[in-house]
């Protein structure tokens, strides 16, 4: 992904200079749009699925803000709470009665101001649930006249939406169907980066720089080891972000566990050992996702799955911790950002806000313009200065893949990322929300969510 | 601690309204100072000790501006590294060699730009090795001319300067020994609270409430629980200060475990099933040093102890995350924020910045007026608007005593603060440090550390 992609006659293109840190939406695209002949009118549903980030809803009012531009196709819109979830219980908020300034508040609100879920149709475990789902969803439409459909989520939130998509062409029911990416995990195919990666990239940057000085100015002699454990899940992206945090060689963090490398404990070992033998403190970033050289999963409990089925991880800090604190006899300590990390707008990187309303609003513009089973993508021009534009990429090629740190942006040894990725992953930190507080504590948007009446039997 | 203490004759008090956030340091003392007759001239020596803050810097920046200003009785700038672990080892350095904007830097630096350290002078435990380490201090305070001694630091560190003043007067050693207060743990009595706090309040506050959004916008028929673990030690204020993220009843946090109070498990479990029933979520903060009924802490690793003795505490959202998941089996997910909440200057409050500094220009000053063996202490004056003035207590009060929060700024029922505690938190978290940035990332100080030339043998 270090390439910017193609642009090819299925992609829809809008190049923006992002220097300084403005997208200009209104720039004219680059390649020409065939206008499509049907001039679907009806009403909008936008639900948000998956884990949160802090710029989710920044993207929800990206979907709003440009749909109440386009009245001659966009009549009503529509928020699905919990996503798909609540989209079958009918749960359907009418967006159009909220204030605009809580629209605006969104862009610095995190969590999903809808609500989000973890629900996912089983077309194969089980496929009679699976089709009765199916129904379901489309009673809805129909009863409520979606035309346009906008689903913000990571890989598996794809997949939903894919199949949403595909179903409504076999029923021969007029639907756009369009992807807004997003997920901390940075780990969506055919996109530079998602949006909520680059704040959280920021958050734990900072964090582990913090960290880094606060056990550094505490090193004496004893020698003393702190592990961070970022999120991320199989892929390194997080972990491999707090590498900016690092301006001089000796700054922490020192070693970045990222689960694209197994870790073989005795160099694992003897690397800390290295480290504070020569600076008194060692800093770890680890990765949820790290795994050891039988392949196993540091802390994962393997016993307790999420409802997508992937196991719980959780615990890879205090795992090493226990190892290296075991083995080296140096006090260890740990900590764990959590969701605190996905959460964290208080110090959003507003280069991510911009991008992620820029998804939100060109994910409109697409479908609008015809499009249907295409998730918006990022698209990246130039490094430094940043350029990016918005794309967009079939939806099939990216539900349930999975993309890892490429292993030449990892230096050889395997304990760092290189040049490479801090070329990648610097310009997207860049810039600060401007967060409203209220008492010295963050004032987020709070939605009046005015229900639009059910018609349909309960579920 | 709810009135503001007494000023009696041996307390040196400014007092400073603080509305709109500004404290006027040059404003009149409210008591007159009695002149001292001997008019000490020598050099300075400030070191840090301890776990670091996020405004600790900001205090050691107020005694070098201070000090700065009374060159008719302090000549050079001494900062000890590593606290008395460094001073031990005659490892000085000359703070009249930074740059001013270094200096002015240090105010949103976090952990500690001079080093610290638990290094502990052990007059009980081996008396032998504390009177060598005495009789080695003063050889370096001899050999350096110092006559002003400035140790910022929580209880331990507050008795290792009591020791060094009782000691200077024992051996007839004219030096002046002034304590500047620092714990995020806000345990030290005698003063309203200390710098330190705020800021840790501020960024617990607001992660609380990140992460309360975050868990609610995913909660769906399920259930589930978020356990967010703070240090505090035996304290509970940091824990209790998360209240604040509370704007309306049903938000979290829901449970607040303060080590005050002795969980009842059965108990702890109804409140939270409670709550799920209700909000199909909780969020429970838990104060790192909270005891089950038997007087267990949960999580606690007795086998490790620091070097003051004090069992290693960590693990106590983890082992309640495990009952927890176990008893109620719904989500559960913990968050361990570790160093990261006493190091995150990136969200630091201002007025505990400001206090801080404050704390520091107030120890040089009593100094200078000839005062002691007293830590600087702030006393609260109104709460709204909010108003403090600098005091001094004498050490032999403070050292080793920790204050706890009152059992009746706790709701009967034992769950959470009361307002009385929230009238006390509130004004503490106000004002947001303007935190200059590099590429999207903090840039803090740097010193340069310009090595004070040794004239001793090593140790």
């Known amino acids: 992904m270090s390439e910017p992609e193609n642009l090819d006659t299925t992609t829809n293109s809008t190049t923006n200079t992002v220097e300084p840190l403005i997208h200009d939406l209104n720039a004219e695209p680059e390649t020409a749009i065939a206008p499509t002949e049907d001039n679907l009118v009806g009403n909008l549903l936008v639900g948000q699925s998956g884990g949160p980030t802090a710029v989710i809803n920044a993207s929800v009012a990206g979907v709003i803000q440009e749909a109440?531009?386009?009245?001659?196709?966009?009549?009503?819109?529509?928020?699905?709470?919990?996503?798909?979830?609540?989209?079958?219980?009918?749960?359907?908020?009418?967006?159009?009665?909220?204030?605009?300034?809580?629209?605006?508040?969104?862009?610095?609100?995190?969590?999903?101001?809808?609500?989000?879920?973890?629900?996912?149709?089983?077309?194969?475990?089980?496929?009679?649930?699976?089709?009765?789902?199916?129904?379901?969803?489309?009673?809805?439409?129909?009863?409520?006249?979606?035309?346009?459909?906008?689903?913000?989520?990571?890989?598996?939130?794809?997949?939903?939406?894919?199949?949403?998509?595909?179903?409504?062409?076999?029923?021969?029911?007029?639907?756009?169907?369009?992807?807004?990416?997003?997920?901390?995990?940075?780990?969506?195919?055919?996109?530079?980066?998602?949006?909520?990666y680059g704040s959280a990239a920021k958050y734990n940057a900072t964090t582990v720089m913090e960290v880094a000085q606060d056990v550094a100015s505490m090193a004496t002699d004893d020698g003393s080891c702190c592990i961070i454990e970022v999120m991320g899940r199989a892929a390194g992206w997080l972990a491999a972000a707090t590498v900016l945090a690092k301006r001089k060689p000796t700054d922490g963090p020192h070693i970045i566990l990222m689960p694209e490398i197994q870790v073989d404990e005795e160099s694992f070992l003897a690397k800390i050992k290295e480290i504070v033998d020569q600076l008194g403190y060692c800093i770890v970033v680890v990765g949820e996702g790290v795994k050891d050289k039988a392949g196993n999963e540091f802390g994962a409990d393997k016993t307790r799955l999420d409802s997508f089925g992937h196991p719980v991880l959780s615990g890879a800090a205090e795992a090493l911790g226990e190892i290296v604190h075991g083995k080296l006899d140096i006090k260890t300590r740990t900590v764990k950002l959590g969701y605190a990390q996905r959460a964290a707008a208080h110090f959003a990187s507003q280069q991510d806000v911009d991008e992620a309303v820029a998804c939100g609003r060109a994910a409109v513009r697409a479908a609008v313009e015809g499009k249907s089973g295409f998730m918006v993508t990022i698209e990246r021009h130039a490094d430094d200065p940043y350029q990016y534009s918005t794309g967009l990429h079939p939806l099939g090629d990216i539900a349930l893949v999975e993309r890892t740190v490429p292993r030449d942006w990892i230096n050889e040894d395997g304990w760092l990322p290189n040049e490479q990725f801090i070329r990648y992953a610097s310009p997207l930190v860049r810039g600060r929300l401007d967060l409203p507080t209220k008492g010295g504590l963050p004032k987020f948007a709070e939605l009046s969510r005015v229900p639009v009446e059910k018609v349909l039997n309960p579920l």
């Open 68 to 196: 109440g531009i386009h009245p001659e196709q966009i009549e009503e819109i529509y928020g699905g709470l919990n996503g798909i979830y609540g989209i079958l219980h009918e749960n359907l908020i009418d967006l159009n009665e909220e204030k605009a300034r809580a629209i605006e508040e969104l862009k610095h609100t995190p969590a999903a101001a809808l609500g989000t879920c973890r629900y996912k149709i089983q077309f194969k475990k089980n496929p009679e649930q699976a089709a009765r789902d199916m129904d379901r969803l489309f009673d809805i439409f129909k009863a409520h006249n979606i035309r346009y459909f906008f689903y913000a989520g990571g890989n598996d939130s794809q997949d939903t939406n894919n199949k949403i998509h595909h179903e409504a062409i076999k029923r021969g029911f007029p639907m756009r169907c369009i992807g807004v990416p997003k997920t901390i995990d940075n780990d969506l195919p055919h996109t530079d980066h998602t949006p909520g």
